[in-house]
């Protein structure tokens, strides 16, 4: 988190700031640069009121600054000195360095040119801010996903993608139309239109293993199935990191139970496998059931070799 | 509001006047030339010394520096034009709207804003983006509350940090890093030092640091190890142990991620996977049920084994 400046440092910051970027935007109105700058017209016609009285020492005419904003757009003059925007600073080189490697990982390998920029961007950042170059985000999604993906979003088109399903552990082949890219819990979702479901479904980013677009029609069905959920009840044998992660439990502790609710059955199944001996499903009892016959034909095979 | 507009107006035009110099100005040149300064002697001293500092905080640095080298002058002041503004060098419109794409993919968190300000510098430099052109990225940064400033802050600076940390089985222990590489990667931002208690890289999750992160002063002969990349998977380390294991041919693609050779047999397709955590590969082998089987080594499958065999107990 950024530390937090006094009133008078941040309209000093922003006065300052203020003269570059309405020397590169003249003519911007008022309302546009109170918005860019996430003030209100009031405060950004003082600002601009006391900029107005700022310049070189001597302070006549020739010297201060021309500022023109009188008919709800904005212009200035006689004020090289600070024409320039300020250096960056510390947290904002590295949100940039870190954006361009995210960026970088989006961008299809054949992009040597652009990859090559993004490159030289980032070490002379790095360089301005003295920051080893020890920074990196890597997007786990393809870059063949990525741009079919934001192509999609952008021409309001189709896709045709390859999905892994990781409860059935299958790859399906899925006409869509994609909305919005949403977040949950730090992974990025495709809410969009299923043809083949005939429902709205979000698909997880990184689990969307091809991707191409491709003309759909238009009319969305309205949809009023419900998507039902099954509610476990797990009892903690042996409290882990593990089973507090993957049941967003913020406590556990031996012996106690806890309810989650689940839209997958077989997530339910596969979470409870996975979590070995650290915890017990109590109900509903036909996954109970059929978690016991599948732990004991995978022993039977172990035991048979 | 009005001292605070006398305020920031002074700050600017000190600013100005420190910009605009070709030679250090003496503190009784800026009192006497500088608009906002007044009062006694002692106040507007005060004001000075209490400006300079807030012009620091805001990043501008000022030089101090001898008005006349020759003599032992009185102290004279002055901003350096190329240290006060943005030097990228020149800058190409594909490049401007590269970095603008850079500073959009942080999402409206607290690092969000930050990068805000970057974008809004990068608008100054008066040079058009045309960010269509760029094959766009869709994911998104988020500093999901944690406290990156400080981490990168640490990296800089090699500082060492103190924290606790919630280990696999749950305990809180306190670790002690000098920070060298700070990574995302599925959402989850990871933490790469050397930890001081057993002088080797570790990585650590951010989100499972408990508490907040105490910074100070490293250890004066630190040496960033070389030959580390942090964009490669978390809490790697070089193995040479490995399982083999028979996945059924289409399924458990999270184990053949995992895979450094993968052998035909019909029905199955036998993949081998480096060791890094017996207990972390048994769970994955487990979530794929009846669609994985553990080979080799022993070790694996006794584990594999014996959660089998607590599963038909308890669920039984």
């Known amino acids: 988190m950024a530390k937090k400046i006094s009133a008078p440092l941040e309209r000093t910051a922003r006065l300052l700031d203020l003269v570059p970027y309405i020397s590169s935007h003249q003519g911007i109105s008022l309302k546009e640069l109170a918005q860019t700058f996430k003030v209100d017209q009031g405060q950004m016609t003082s600002d601009l009121t006391t900029l107005w009285m700022c310049g070189l020492p001597g302070y006549t005419p020739l010297e201060l600054m021309d500022l023109d904003f009188e008919s709800g757009f904005v212009t200035i003059h006689n004020a090289e000195t600070l024409s320039k925007p300020r250096a960056i600073s510390f947290d904002e080189g590295v949100a940039l360095v870190l954006g361009l490697d995210l960026l970088r990982s989006a961008i299809s390998p054949d992009r040597n040119d652009l990859l090559g920029r993004i490159d030289l961007l980032s070490q002379r950042l790095a360089g301005l801010i003295k920051l080893p170059s020890a920074l990196s985000a890597t997007t786990p999604v393809n870059q063949e996903v990525s741009s079919a993906v934001s192509e999609a979003l952008r021409s309001g088109m189709g896709l045709q993608i390859i999905y892994h399903s990781l409860y059935r552990d299958e790859l399906s082949t899925r006409i869509i139309f994609p909305i919005e890219m949403v977040e949950k819990d730090g992974h990025f979702y495709l809410s969009s239109y299923c043809y083949s479901a005939l429902d709205f479904r979000e698909f997880r980013v990184d689990r969307i293993q091809g991707a191409m677009v491709q003309a759909v029609q238009k009319e969305i069905p309205k949809s009023t199935i419900e998507q039902s959920s099954y509610t476990a009840t797990i009892k903690v044998l042996t409290p882990t990191r593990a089973i507090a992660e993957r049941f967003k439990q913020s406590e556990l502790a031996v012996n106690a139970t806890f309810d989650f609710e689940t839209y997958s059955l077989q997530w339910m199944e596969r979470s409870i496998m996975a979590s070995g001996r650290a915890v017990c499903l109590q109900s509903p009892p036909e996954v109970r059931k059929s978690i016991a016959v599948m732990a004991q034909s995978m022993l039977d095979c172990y035991k048979a070799s | ?316």
């Open chain 2, 1 to 316: 509001m009005h001292t605070v507009s006398r305020k920031s107006e002074r700050l600017v035009n000190l600013t100005i006047a420190l910009l605009a110099t070709k030679r250090y100005l003496t503190k009784s040149e800026i009192f006497n030339s500088v608009d906002g300064y007044e009062g006694t002697a002692e106040t507007k001293e005060r004001m000075f010394e209490r400006d300079k500092d807030d012009l620091r905080s805001l990043g501008i640095e000022i030089e101090v520096g001898s008005f006349d080298p020759l003599f032992n002058d009185e102290a004279g002041y002055k901003i350096k034009q190329e240290k006060y503004q943005f030097e990228l060098g020149d800058i190409s419109s594909t490049e401007v709207s590269l970095l603008s794409l850079a500073a959009e993919a942080w999402q409206e968190a607290s690092f969000g804003d930050v990068a805000q300000r970057a974008l809004l510098k990068l608008r100054s430099i008066g040079i058009p983006s045309d960010e269509l052109s760029i094959p766009a990225t869709v994911q998104k940064l988020n500093d999901g509350g944690q406290d990156l400033s400080l981490i990168t802050q640490a990296i800089a600076q090699s500082q060492r940090l103190a924290f606790a940390y919630l280990d696999s089985s749950l305990k809180i222990k306190m670790r002690s890093v000098v920070p060298i590489a700070l990574s995302t990667r599925n959402g989850f931002w990871y933490l790469s030092g050397v930890d001081q208690e057993f002088q080797e890289i570790r990585t650590f999750r951010v989100d499972r640091i408990n508490g907040p992160i105490a910074a100070s002063a490293g250890p004066k002969d630190f040496q960033t190890p070389t030959g580390f990349d942090s964009s490669k998977a978390p809490s790697e380390s070089p193995t040479n142990s490995f399982a083999l294991i028979d996945v059924r041919v289409g399924k458990a693609p999270s184990l053949r991620a995992l895979a450094i050779s993968t052998q035909s047999l019909g029905e199955w397709d036998q993949v081998k996977i480096p060791i890094l955590n017996l207990d972390s590969l048994c769970l994955l082998v487990l979530w794929h049920g009846p669609d994985a089987f553990v080979q080799e080594p022993a070790e694996l499958r006794e584990l594999v084994i014996d959660h089998l065999e607590a599963l038909v107990e308890n669920h039984g």
